[in-house]
């Protein structure tokens, strides 16, 4: 077995030191510049849905719920009375941070609210109750935005040619 050198070893831990440094960097240099009032009416909103358990959030497992609830009161705590220039790079960073989970918690709680609505099919005067998830119905959205935007292409395509 090969002996490895002192110098090699050295220079392993220093470019991991390096790369761990240059990544805590990069995640400062990427927080988001974000108005102070507007998370907290925004939390606010979030935490009334929570409390009233509209919104999806009912549907939530208990344990996000609770991180959903500690991230809140961790960031609430962090900008309480202050605003963005106030705060240092790292609690900007930890809010950002913070702040990203909370809104993507926040969107599967949405996409996961069902919405139900009266339709009549075509042909028919009679209504049907017809539900979705707010997901599928975005997604519906978009494709039939897509559908439209392709057709719209095809058009130009045909006077093109």
Partial sequence: MRMVSKNR??????????????FAVAAVETAQVFDVATVKAKQD???RAMQSGTGGYQDLPAETRSEL???????????????????????RAEASQNI????KVSQQAEDGRMICERVKPVGSNRTERVCKTAKQRREEREAARGSVENAGR??????LD
């Fill in 154 to 159: 095809g058009i130009e395509r045909a006077k």
């Fill in 45 to 47: 909103k979030i935490r």
């Fill in 100 to 103: 990203a989970w909370i809104d």
């Fill in 69 to 91: 609830q500690t991230r809140q009161g961790a960031l609430l705590q962090t900008i309480d009375g202050r605003t963005y220039a106030d705060l240092s790079e790292q609690q």
């Fill in 9 to 22: 070893i050295f220079s392993g831990l220093l470019l991991a030191l390096a790369l761990s440094l240059s």
